[in-house]
């Protein structure tokens, strides 16, 4: 990096010299590109490029031959617009051929645009630990998601499956499968719907739907937006129970941040309204409010390959749906305010892992039981 500083201090000022100095001789050119060419076999790119520039400018016949020596090395240095410059000024027919097939492969790697792929497939597992939890201990889960993409259009499938030891000594499990599909139009307006169906051996969330709509404006920094979404939780107790979401979001990023890395915001509110299709012949052992609001913030930092995350969340959540419907709080236990912090590395686009700690305050609705719930969660992905 500090010789590449120098190389852009100096070389304009040896570009300017060059055009009130004497005009070379061919054997000075040939002496100069000759000590640029043992510069360049050194991988002393700022030296070739400096016995290379003054001839790079003349109208010289063996200006094809110094732009060729620039054009390498700027790109070496990681200027790829300055070498593409330059690898514009030469005319092959005026390079041997070991350089001309070697300027094709220069040319090639400037100007590649990475071929899309619209498909993929993520599969993904992990670990859960639960402590001063009052119904669960630790678990399980795997998580497979498939994805379409288009300039205009998404479609995404997942399933994941849950197996979780309970405090009293018995174990729940639970499963979903979800489908979610985004059309984009205007180049800055997308509109978003989602179905979720869940399996449990729990009999009273057993069965439970979910449907997600959305509306959202984004460009490359920021984005706005809301979702909806109703719940439907026909087996519960003592009453058929419908839930309505409506969540309001924000998100910016600041690019790179401080030089450093990648920082992100978002700013999420949410409210809440259960309603209950009590059975006439049962006890109401669960009474909801009218409506429970809540908010949160979170922020997002990427460096390289890792990229860390906190969120904090206050105020009253009960049967939530968050993420498009990946986490869904599929019991009547209130949730009271929270954070979790994580941790991904990130490694060639196919593989990552990752470390979750999260806790969030509780109260039995029934029973008016405050508690907490401690989690935390190692997981491990593979893209394809």
């Known amino acids: 990096m500090t010789k590449l500083l120098v190389c852009k201090s100096f070389c304009s000022l040896l570009l300017g010299l060059s055009s009130i100095g004497h005009a070379l001789t061919r054997s000075e050119e040939a002496a100069s590109l000759d000590r640029a060419r043992q510069a360049l076999a050194k991988g002393d790119c700022v030296d070739a490029i400096l016995e290379s520039a003054g001839i790079a400018l003349s109208s010289s016949p063996n200006s094809h ?14 200027d790829p617009a300055s070498s593409y410059q330059s690898a514009m000024k030469i005319l092959p027919n005026k390079l041997d051929e070991e350089k001309r097939k070697q300027l094709e492969e220069l040319i090639g ?20 630990n639960f402590t001063k939890d009052t119904t ?57 719907l989602g179905y979720r169906n869940q399996t449990s051996s729990a009999a009273t969330v057993n069965g439970a739907t979910n449907i997600i709509s959305g509306l959202r404006w984004f460009n490359t920094q920021a984005q706005l937006g809301a979702t909806y979404s109703t719940s439907a939780y026909e087996k519960n107790y003592p009453g058929k129970l419908h839930i309505a979401q409506t969540s309001f979001f924000g998100t910016y990023a600041f690019g790179d941040w401080n030089k450093t890395g990648l920082l992100s915001i978002d700013v999420k509110m949410h409210q809440i309204n259960p309603k209950m299709d009590y059975n006439p012949k049962l006890y109401n052992s669960v009474a909801f409010k009218d409506a429970y609001g809540s908010w949160e913030a979170g922020l997002r930092y990427s460096i390289s390959s890792i990229s860390l995350a906190t969120t904090f969340w206050s105020g009253e959540q009960v049967f939530a749906v968050h993420a498009d419907g990946a986490v869904v709080y599929s019991n009547s236990t209130l949730h009271t305010g929270g954070q979790k912090f994580s941790v991904d590395y990130y490694y060639d686009g196919i593989w990552s892992i990752g470390a979750l700690y999260g806790m969030e305050q509780l109260k039995d609705i029934s029973t008016g039981i405050i508690g907490q719930s401690t989690v935390t969660s190692l997981s491990t992905s593979f893209y394809f």
């Open 109 to 128: 790697r400037l100007t590649y645009v990475p071929s899309s792929k619209p498909f993929s497939i993520t599969a993904s597992g992990g670990l859960i």
């Open 136 to 192: 669960f201990t630790d678990g399980t889960f795997t998580d497979l998601v498939g994805s379409y993409a288009s300039a205009a259009n998404s479609l995404t499938l997942s399933g994941e499956t849950a197996a979780i030891k309970q405090v009293n000594g018995s174990s729940y499990s639970q499963s979903h499968w979800i489908v979610l599909g985004e059309h984009r139009f205007m180049d800055s307006i997308g509109l978003k």
């Open 65 to 78: 031959v110094a732009n060729y020596y620039k054009a390498i090395c700027q790109e070496r240095l990681g």
